[in-house]
T-cell receptor, first 116, second 114 residues
Framework: AQSVSQHNHHVILSEAASLELGCNYSYGGTVNLFWYVQYPGQHLQLLLKYFSGDPLVKGIKGFEAEFIKSKFSFNLRKPSVQWSDTAEYFCAVNAAGGTSYGKLTFGQGTILTVHP | EAQVTQNPRYLITVTGKKLTVTCSQNMNHEYMSWYRQDPGLGLRQIYYSMNVEVTDKGDVPEGYKVSRKEKRNFPLILESPSPNQTSLYFC?????????????FGPGTRLTVL
């Protein structure tokens, strides 16, 4: 069974600081990886995703993530955060291909608070 | 407008009183799924459906039922709700044929079981 671990429960930054949120997964096969964001009072939205190819993926709003297969990691980064990035961020994984990819596993979430 | 809708958005009920939360999508998506979100636990998948009449258990299926009789609808049924099912529930859908597996989420249903 797959699992996802997000190491930081709550991250507090000032505007313009750089961001890196950790995500590690456990699964024995090929995976698809996602980062979702949930702004206060809203539902989840996809930030970016990795299926194959270039391990450095770029998403919306200046976010990017790097898949490091040897470390089973998919960390989210942004060089300069804004107050509007305050939200909860979720890493997720599913098995690539086959019929089991329908099972999507999320991490516990990381709350990001950005102070003006 | 492409969207996933859920009803009701808020529900307070009592232990043992059967309830159904509806989920509908207008994007002709084959795949639909239900999650519950609890503080500190993130989202946990309850059930998912790859297509009409095809459903499978997620990580936390106990106490829930689902059905997929039509492509657009995927209701979540709690036959005998208990207080530990108090949670925020999200429905999601995606188009399997795209191969992208991007899931579109509904607005959520906040359920309180007394």
């Amino acid at each position: 069974a797959q699992s996802v671990s997000q190491h930081n429960h709550h991250v507090i930054l000032s505007e313009a600081a750089s961001l890196e949120l950790g995500c590690n997964y456990s699964y024995g096969g090929t995976v698809n990886l996602f980062w979702y964001v949930q702004y206060p009072g809203q539902h989840l939205q996809l930030l970016l995703k990795y299926f194959s190819g270039d391990p450095l993926v770029k998403g919306i709003k200046g976010f990017e993530a790097e898949f490091i297969k040897s470390k089973f990691s998919f960390n989210l980064r942004k060089p300069s955060v804004q107050w509007s990035d305050t939200a909860e961020y979720f890493c997720a994984v599913n098995a690539a291909g086959g019929t089991s990819y329908g099972k999507l596993t999320f991490g516990q979430g990381t709350i990001l608070t950005v102070h003006p | 407008e492409a969207q996933v809708t859920q009803n009701p958005r808020y529900l307070i009920t009592v232990t043992g009183k059967k309830l159904t939360v509806t989920c509908s999508q207008n994007m002709n998506h084959e795949y639909m799924s239900w999650y519950r979100q609890d503080p500190g636990l993130g989202l946990r998948q309850i059930y998912y459906s790859m297509n009409v009449e095809v459903t499978d258990k997620g990580d936390v299926p106990e106490g829930y039922k689902v059905s997929r009789k039509e492509k657009r609808n995927f209701p979540l049924i709690l036959e005998s709700p208990s207080p530990n099912q108090t949670s925020l529930y999200f429905c999601a859908s995606s188009l399997i044929a795209e191969g992208t597996d991007t899931q579109y989420f509904g607005p959520g249903t906040r359920l309180t079981v007394l």
